[in-house]
């Protein structure tokens, strides 16, 4: 049981296992019962963005209309340090399967580009024929879109009951690696002018590293568990903050922190991923419900669904064919299907790109994307087992 | 990690699927493409500045410019600008009458309240549409192009002096934000509101209908006549009068 794949929501995955990750506790032992019914395609099960996200917009100026003013302020602080968090934790799994994953980093990163470039492309393509109207650049617009859509989870898998699904987590883990580098690109275009961009686009490597070097000096002279978790908090909340004021990507901060703390003698990656552990699955619930109270309904964004939709999907089974084949000893159906599931990061790079866009272009991208990732969310729970099974 | 050897049959199954994904979104996306937005009209990309930018020191007007702009972004989805104009005894070429762009404040998803001046009356056009007006109070509610409802946002209980407010007005493009330093700040009755207004102390360059907020980005209310100059009506006062002048 301890093996579900609830990574996103602070449960183990197969990295955490070979770390050594603390076991379940007895609620997150029963919400994986319902897991392991879906990884076997017995029993759909909602995945947390279908369940936290409507809680949101119940919460939002739409329903009940709790979440205003001073308390959005607030959420948009945690969706700052929710992003952060999860960079660090896609750098520490990235510092620690670097020397192994050659062949699948390769599969990974060419899985996501595909799709990328193929929700970019439809996107651009769709907005300039059809004159939609952004108030941003028609490039960043469909880039952040195509970014969104990279993001894979499979989390309708259990990586013990198949093999297959122990590759496509691997792939599914490291192809979150290309698009949070794009996305600090992106906001490079989007925020630099003229010659300064090239010092911008350091500007994440630089602070996630200064970042990283002041934990790395902190953590472990720590006289006690509670010194040590201040410490660990108010590292991430100063990658966070340093991310925000100079307007580049949390993630990205957050991903080369991870990294170096990783890659540097001593023990400052597990020191916080013990400590952050703790504090991940409350966050990601708090950035999907404030996802869903941040969703305003766009007319611009339901064009948007169409090509996130079909190119999220032709861009995924193009991807996990090119990925099978370069991988191995998995179906590329098989692969395809496993990397359906948007996942959490879905909405973090939708929220991310949300803190630099202007208000109308961010409201429509995260209409679509958080539409989107329902949509796939409950298409790989309920849909994918059946293909799979019939594919055998 | 050890990889099983699962064999990997039915490839021209695989292929097959994934052309077929392929063409049908191809084909769905030419489909689309052939459609037009309705209204498309591209508005203008507004800048970001850069994170080096934002780390040099800067004059203090720089940074009051910078407020403005913040505030201005996350402000103006609430407020919409709509045309009034003073209505002639007998309009003639040489003298269609006086035309003024004043700022409305959305309170719905398709209703808005301005101030309106006596003598003037507002230029209803295809988005814009008189729905109720309070002639004691020189106020105005309108229907306008639907959008997605932002609220009124946070709402200052108090406002202080001396300091500096932002002052929304009309303009051709949408509301105008600019600083402006009020001197002092006093609290009084006024009857025609349900709240006390705020007087504003010395001569001061803004207009009835405006609308005030803080740096912060709280709005504090709108400008209203004043016997003695003019004043700011407050949030509370401004959205009663706005509901007593909605349509049953």
């Known amino acids: 049981m301890s093996d579900q794949r609830r990574r996103e929501l602070g449960g183990p995955d197969p990295i955490d296992r070979r770390l050594g990750a603390p076991p379940p506790s007895p609620l997150g032992w029963l919400f994986s019962l319902l897991r392991t019914r879906s990884a076997l395609g017995l029993a759909p099960s909602l995945t947390p963005g279908v369940v936290y996200m409507p809680l949101g917009v119940l919460l939002g100026p739409l329903a009940l209309n709790l979440v205003t003013g001073d308390v959005r302020t607030l959420l948009d602080l945690s969706v700052t340090l929710t992003l952060t968090l999860l960079g660090i934790f896609v750098g520490i799994a990235f510092g620690r399967e670097v020397p192994s994953v050659g062949r699948l980093l390769v599969a990974a990163s060419l899985e996501s580009a595909i799709t990328i470039l193929a929700v970019a492309g439809a996107t651009a393509y769709l907005v300039v024929s059809t004159g939609l109207p952004f108030d941003a650049s028609v490039i960043i617009i469909a880039l952040a879109l195509g970014l969104c859509a990279s993001a894979s989870s499979a989390t309708s898998a259990d990586p013990d009951a198949d093999p297959a699904a122990a590759v496509a987590t691997r792939v599914a883990d490291l192809d979150d690696i290309l698009p949070i580098i794009v996305a600090a690109g992106i906001f490079t275009v989007a925020t630099g002018t003229g010659s300064d961009r090239w010092w911008i686009a350091l500007t994440p490597v630089g602070a996630g590293i200064l970042t990283g070097v002041i934990g790395w000096l902190l953590f472990e002279r720590a006289e006690s568990v509670a010194e ?75 064009w948007l669904l169409v090509p996130f939709l079909l190119f999220r999907l032709a861009g995924k089974v193009a991807g996990g064919w090119v990925a099978a084949r370069i991988v191995g000893d998995v179906r590329p159906g098989d692969m395809a299907a496993y990397l359906m599931s948007p996942g959490v990061l879905s909405i973090a790079f939708a929220l991310n790109f949300l803190q630099i866009l202007p208000t109308a272009s961010g409201d429509a991208l995260l209409w679509a994307v958080m539409i989107g990732t329902a949509v796939f969310e409950v298409f790989a729970v309920v849909a994918l087992p059946l293909w799979r099974r019939e594919a055998r | 990690m050890a990889m099983s050897t699962t064999p990997v049959s039915g490839s021209g199954r695989e292929t097959r699927i994934l052309l077929l994904v392929i063409v049908v979104a191809v084909a ?221």
């Not at chain 1, 590292?235 to 922190?257: D, E, K, N, Y």
């Not at chain 2, 070429?93 to 700022?103: C, H, N, Q, S, T």
């Not at chain 2, 946070?154 to 001197?183: D, I, K, T």
């Not at chain 2, 006390?196 to 209203?224: H, K």
């Open chain 2, 28 to 248: 769905m996306l030419l489909v689309l493409a052939q459609f037009r937005y309705p209204g498309s009209d591209r508005t203008a990309v507004m800048p970001i500045a850069g994170p080096i930018e934002r780390l040099a020191a800067r004059a203090t007007f720089e940074e009051l410019a910078l407020i403005m702009a913040d505030l201005s972004a996350r402000v103006q989805p609430a407020m919409t600008v709509i045309t009034i104009e003073r209505a002639p005894a007998k309009p003639t070429p040489a003298d269609p009458g006086e035309r003024r762009l004043v700022v409305a404040l959305r309170v719905d998803v398709d209703v808005a309240v301005a101030y309106l001046p006596a003598g003037f009356k507002v230029v209803e056009t295809g988005d814009v549409e008189l729905s109720g007006q309070d002639a004691e109070r020189s106020l105005v509610f309108v229907r306008v192009a639907p959008t997605p409802f932002i609220e009124v946002g946070p709402v200052a209980s108090a406002l202080g002096g001396p300091g500096y407010v932002a002052v929304f007005e009309g303009a051709r493009g949408g509301p105008a934000v600019r600083p402006l330093f009020l001197g002092r700040v006093d609290s009084f009755d006024d009857p025609r509101w349900s709240v006390p207004s705020l007087s504003i102390g010395g001569d001061v360059p803004v207009r009835a209908g405006a609308f005030i907020y803080t740096l912060d980005g709280r709005l504090v209310g709108m400008v209203t006549p004043d016997d003695t100059g003019v004043a700011i009506t407050r949030v509370p006062g401004l959205l009663a009068a706005a509901e007593a002048l909605r349509p049953k």
């Open chain 1, 228 to 302: 040590r978790s201040v410490y660990v908090l108010g590292t991430v909340a100063l990658a966070g903050g340093a991310a925000a004021f100079m307007h580049v990507s949390p993630l990205s901060v957050g991903l080369v922190a991870g990294l170096f703390w990783t890659l540097m003698p001593g023990r400052a990656d597990r020191i916080v991923q013990d400590d952050l552990g703790k504090l991940q699955h409350p966050l990601v619930v708090l950035l999907l419900v404030t996802a869903g109270a941040l969703w305003v309904p766009s007319a611009v964004g339901l």
